[in-house]
């Protein structure tokens, strides 16, 4: 499992977790699309200290 976290919220990598019907996929959605765009922002260092490479972003966030 695979866990962002940033501010007081956390992205995990195993589905659609943070609620039920609709708008949980809504927020979930949302929610990784802004971890995604926070980390693309991020220099190849910093990425690199945290151990994820550029191109294994969008598999991080979204798991696939």
């Known amino acids: 499992m695979t866990t962002i ?3 007081r919220q ?3 990598n195993e589905g659609f977790t943070m609620g039920p ?8 959605y949302l ?3 802004r971890a995604e765009r926070q980390l693309a922002q991020l220099d190849d260092r910093l990425l690199a200290d945290i151990g994820v490479k550029r191109s294994e972003i969008s598999r991080m966030v979204w798991g696939s």
């Open 5 to 7: 976290n940033y501010g």
């Open 10 to 12: 956390a992205v995990r």
């Open 21 to 28: 019907g609709l708008i949980g996929r809504v927020r979930s």
């Open 31 to 33: 929610a990784r699309s």
